[in-house]
């Protein structure tokens, strides 16, 4: 498995999701919003999961972080639905139906439910477990080292888990009814700080 057997999408959303996110969100989490889609990918790969709309897998992953800036920081809404709302608006700019930029918003706020069921939401499902490995290191050895080394070396962490950690402690003492605060609860910074991933280097 290379980072070559997985053509980024080039589309007017693809180009626009990526513009936003580099303009808006710092490098560490930038970096891990291009990590996520490279590992959503994998996964889908390494369990034969087709069928999946590459386009909406990939404009979710790179947004799916842009709530936690503070231009787009809601003061009641947690941060994967202001990151949705931002999708909802973008790809609605890029010519999107309806309904497929309602299924942007779904990707991106069920990334952060506890689990996704893959028959009910297959690019839901993808960036759960692809963000799962990148933020808590689950599942950390089902993709082969080589992958993991040239995808972190392509895009380091630049230390995400102290800027994830504070993000996301930061969003769960303001918005204790969200889903942020449920992830400090479980242990997040924790997870962050003892991910195998950190060993591929900074």
Known sequence: MKMTDFVVPDSVAARAALEVATEYVPGALLNHSIRSWYWAVGFASLEMRQGFDAE???VSAVLHDVG???EFDNDTLSYELAAGHVAWALTAGSGWEASRRTRA????VRHNWPEVDPEQDLEGYLLEVATGLDISGSRSEALPES???EVSAAYPRLGLAAEFGSCVTDQASRKPATAAARLIAGGLVRKLKNNPLELFGS
């Open 56 to 58: 909406l897998l990939y």
């Open 68 to 70: 936690l800036a503070v």
């Open 105 to 108: 918003l779904e990707v991106i």
């Open 147 to 149: 992958f993991r080394s």
